[in-house]
């Protein structure tokens, strides 16, 4: 079992940076591959980054790409997104997710953290 917990999100106006921390339980953190989704209201969850068990190897949804960063510290069992050129249609829950399946957009994850709202003011 895997429990995940995100942090960092909040208010920031256009064109500003941010970076959630999603923190990890458990003594199996470097065993999983970690992704990063967000969803907008009204609008379907949609992945947007992920990264493999040793940090080595990342992979990112193609209008992202550039601008979003998914790193990982296995000794602090914590994954993060640096955003940067954020825009408001960035706005969204953003959660993080654990799987044994790299790359995957969606299947391959097995444990969801509840999510952090980032909001995007023009």
């Known amino acids: 079992q895997v429990q995940l917990v995100e942090s960092g999100g909040g208010l920031v106006q256009a064109g500003g940076s941010l970076r959630l921390s999603c923190a990890a339980s458990?003594?199996?953190?470097?065993?999983?591959?970690m992704g990063w989704f967000r969803q907008a209201p009204g609008k379907e969850r949609e992945f947007v980054a992920a990264?493999?068990?040793?940090?080595?190897?990342?992979y990112y949804t193609d209008s992202l790409k550039g601008r979003f960063t998914i790193s990982r510290d296995n000794a602090k069992n914590t994954v993060y997104l640096q955003m940067n050129s954020l825009k408001p249609e960035d706005t969204a829950v953003y959660y993080c997710?654990?799987?044994?399946?790299?790359?995957?957009?969606?299947?391959?994850?097995?444990?969801w953290g509840q999510g952090t709202q980032v909001t995007v003011s023009s």
């Open positions: 997710a654990a799987g044994r399946i790299f790359p995957s957009t969606y299947d391959g994850y097995n444990y």
């Open positions: 458990g003594r199996t953190f470097s065993s999983y591959a």
């Open positions: 990264i493999n068990w040793r940090g080595g190897s990342t």
